[in-house]
């Protein structure tokens, strides 16, 4: 059930309240772009593969165990982030990722919260045969 107008308009209201009192805790729930947070991680995870490989080698040559082994779990962290970073990112073409469900940013929706839950639903519904 969507909201009415005079619902619209209060939230509408609140909103800008909000924006008006705090700036800087409205725009911490806004939020950044969801893509470019998980492409960061990615990066992140490969640079901390590559250092991995660097230490596991670096190990391997000194002799030192603990150093290789500690290259090791390095590696074996940053490939585990790197899978979540990007089972977990949104999807430019619409489809879902491998592992998980789509991740959309708030802001890119102009839509309400009612008309996403209603779609949602919708969509399972739908997707079940119901």
Request: proline share 0%; glycine share 0%; no cysteine.
């Given at each position: 059930m969507p909201l009415s107008d005079h619902e619209q308009r209060l939230l509408e209201q609140m909103e800008q309240a909000?924006?008006?009192e705090d700036p800087k805790f409205a725009s911490v729930l806004q939020g950044d772009d969801l893509r470019l947070r998980y492409r960061r991680r990615l990066v992140f995870a490969v640079i901390g593969f590559l250092a991995g490989i660097v230490a596991l080698m670096a190990g391997l040559v000194i002799s030192v165990t603990v150093v290789s082994v500690l290259g090791f779990v390095v590696m074996l962290v940053s490939v585990l982030a790197g899978f979540s970073a990007y089972n977990r990112a949104p999807r430019t073409d619409g489809a879902a990722p491998a592992g998980g469900t789509s991740v959309t940013p708030i802001r890119s929706s102009k839509k309400g919260l009612m008309d996403?839950?209603?779609?949602?639903w919708q969509r399972r519904r739908d997707q079940f045969g119901r």
């Open positions: 909000l924006y008006a996403r839950v209603e779609e949602r």
